[in-house]
């Protein structure tokens, strides 16, 4: 038997594509705001865009820190990324809160 496979989010690669494009990067470039230059390199970033391979969760979240975008409008298929890149979400403004009350913390 074998196993079955998960769900996978339909419009992801057009969405991190949208995201360089919108963003005015070259691959390069993009692997470099995301923090993974040393780790990948740029066909890694094409294979995303082509839907090849799915990025790991890390690297959705870079995506999302970059494009400064809810994670969720990355992976919900019914979600749309704003129409102006960067977006508004502050990810720092969310750390703080989260180490400023470690007792309502969701990650504790």
Known sequence: MGAKSRNR???????????????????????????????FSAARISEYESGVREPSLWMLLAYGRVARVHVEALIDDEAALPDTLPGGFNFNRIKRKLVADPQKNPLN
């Not at 990067?25 to 230059?37: E, F």
Request: glycine share 6%.
């Open 9 to 39: 989010p339909k419009n992801l690669a057009r969405k991190l594509l949208q995201i360089r494009n919108t963003l005015g990067l070259s691959q390069s470039q993009l692997l470099r705001r995301l923090g993974a230059a040393e780790s």
